[in-house]
């Protein structure tokens, strides 16, 4: 019967050939989250995106309608005065830089 002989330049490049194999699986299971996570944040995006565009277009409905048809000063009013509002105050609140300063007992 023969025996098996294995050299240590054979045990090594063993060893380098499994390393190689189990960072390249690593790899490719994070690749594989990230792209899952890129995929869950494009459709959260879209689907924001969808949902602002379908507001939009409901108001400029609504907006269209009153003015084509003659509304009255106040219907006028608040038909284009309230999503004016309302636009402003999110852009204000978005573009808004705030800081935390925390007060007193703080080292210096």
């Not at 003659?70 to 808004?96: D, E, M, N």
Request: hydrophobic content about 55%.
């Amino acid at each position: 019967m023969n025996a098996i002989s294995v050299t240590p330049t054979q045990v090594l490049a063993a060893v380098g050939v499994l390393l190689v194999l189990v960072l390249v699986w690593r790899a490719g299971s994070r690749r594989a989250k990230a792209a899952a996570n890129a995929a869950k944040t494009g459709v959260r995006l879209m689907s924001l995106g969808g949902r602002v565009v379908v507001n939009a277009v409901l108001i400029v409905i609504v907006q269209w309608v009153v003015v084509t048809h003659g509304g009255s000063g106040w219907l006028l009013f608040a038909v284009l005065g309230v999503p004016a509002l309302l636009a402003s105050y999110t852009l204000t609140k978005a573009l808004t830089v705030t800081t935390y300063e925390p007060r007193g007992g703080g080292r210096k």
